[in-house]
């Protein structure tokens, strides 16, 4: 999230689960939560200790278990973390503090899990969603058609984009730590996507129109302006079309200078205006290519 924040970067994070398991947390819950004996002894310290060891630049709550945000000292923590800890300048944190604080209190919103509102919103928000379906955690029984295809993630990574989210992936490692193969070709083959097609996903905003008015296939982000103070927005196609052409309605009253397809260097495809919108021919691209799963056309608008 911070990437999106401040342009794309190495950031450290971590995330902390407020663990209503511990035994300290029963205890306290048997208590109706007039007790605070494992957020003084176990939670707080621990948090600290990470803060000032680590310097994370995310913290990510989560798991709060009914109890409100003056049992667990959210707001007290909160304070010193942006008034006195070595990260005071730099940390976001996400909204699940306590019970009642989801979409209210965070310096970006989670709501609930899978959270994709699909059009803009006026906050700062975040799509925490899995890999496999249904569960946080690794499940060895679960057979292949559990898992979303890289082909699903990159479409959830577009439509979340567009829209000014950030896409938090979650991988189920093993007990013992492993991240098993088909979570590492997932992310692997996302990061090939990213390669091609990051410029577009990385310090972009949402554009004028986020989903193509013809076409729901196409999201668009916006990518700033060039030399000459030309707008750059990029159209990202989900699925490509039988015909080898795209019409974009969202730039029917737009005028358009250029257009590219990352990954294809050098290359200007061909276009032209109609009474729909903008027709674009697109290139032939062989089967062995590394463009897939989501194609970006890179645009020039006057």
């Known amino acids: 999230m911070k990437a999106s924040l401040t342009g794309h970067q190495n950031i450290r994070g971590i995330g902390t689960a407020l663990m209503m398991g511990h035994t300290g947390t029963l205890l306290d819950k048997s208590n109706e939560f007039k007790t605070k004996d494992y957020v003084t002894e176990v939670m707080r310290p621990q948090l600290h200790e990470i803060v000032e ?43 699940r503090w306590g019970h009642g ?19 803009v919103q006026k906050f700062k928000w975040e799509d925490a969603t899995t890999i496999q379906k249904g569960s946080w955690g690794y499940q060895r029984n679960t057979n292949i058609n559990g898992y979303f295809t890289t082909d699903e993630l990159v479409d959830l990574l577009v439509t979340v984009v567009s829209v000014g989210g950030n896409l938090l992936l979650n991988i189920g490692p093993t007990h013992d730590g492993r991240i098993m193969p088909v979570f590492e070709e997932r992310l692997l083959e996302i990061g090939q996507w990213l390669s091609i097609n990051g410029e577009c996903i990385y310090n972009s905003v949402p554009w004028l129109y986020q989903n193509d008015t013809m076409n729901s296939n196409v999201w668009y982000t916006s990518v700033g302006n060039d030399t000459s103070g030309s707008s750059l927005v990029c159209a990202m196609l989900l699925d490509w079309p039988n015909n080898g052409s795209l019409l974009l309605g969202a730039l029917l009253s737009h005028h358009v200078i250029s257009v590219e397809m990352l990954g294809l260097s050098g290359v200007s495809l061909k276009f032209s205006s109609t009474s729909d919108g903008l027709l674009i021919t697109l290139p032939a691209i062989p089967p062995s290519s590394d463009l897939k799963w989501a194609w970006t056309l890179k645009m020039v608008l006057q």
């Open 53 to 95: 060891t680590y310097r994370p630049e995310v913290i990510w709550a989560d798991g709060y278990g009914g109890a409100y945000d003056d049992y667990w000292g959210s707001t007290e923590f909160l304070a010193w973390l942006y008034n006195s800890s070595p990260v005071k300048d730099v940390v976001v944190v996400n909204d």
């Open 101 to 119: 604080d989801l979409c209210k209190n965070g310096g970006f919103f989670t709501c609930h899990d899978h959270y994709n509102p699909g059009v």
